[in-house]
């Protein structure tokens, strides 16, 4: 398939695929009839990519990962996804203290009363 093909089927533009290729994370292939043809385990390579960065991942540990799908190294690999978890746990926290800030506010809000709408006036303070 030629790279807007696998650029379609994988989700993501043509721009994208040149990025991840400088990367070093999809190999240029060489051309043939004076197109590149990419091939089902290039299809596979960019999907995993897309699917380590919805989990998360960074483009240099999505590279280690693949690095490490040669090396069988699951320990490593076990590693890596132990500290994403880490990190989303993390993150999960945080957005649960913003969500519970921000209901504690709008029931605020909703109690009406004089003076300013406590969301904006919070929302001033912090800037």
């Not at 994370?25 to 596979?44: H, T």
Request: aromatic share 4%; glycine share 8%.
């Amino acid at each position: 398939m030629k790279i807007g093909d696998l650029a379609r089927a994988g989700g993501v533009g043509v721009e994208t695929i040149r990025y991840y290729q400088r990367r070093e994370l999809l190999d240029e292939p060489l051309r043939a009839d004076g197109a590149r043809r990419y091939s089902l385990d290039d299809l596979r390579r960019l999907r995993f990519i897309r699917a380590a960065q919805s989990a998360g991942f960074t483009l240099e540990e999505i590279g280690e990962l693949l690095d490490l799908d040669a090396t069988e190294d699951r320990d490593r690999a076990r590693s890596l996804a132990s500290q994403r978890i880490a990190k989303l746990d993390i993150e999960i926290e945080r957005l649960r203290a913003a969500r519970a800030a921000l209901a504690r506010l709008a029931s605020d809000c909703s109690k009406g009363g004089a003076g300013r709408c406590p969301i904006i006036s919070a929302f001033e303070k912090s800037s």
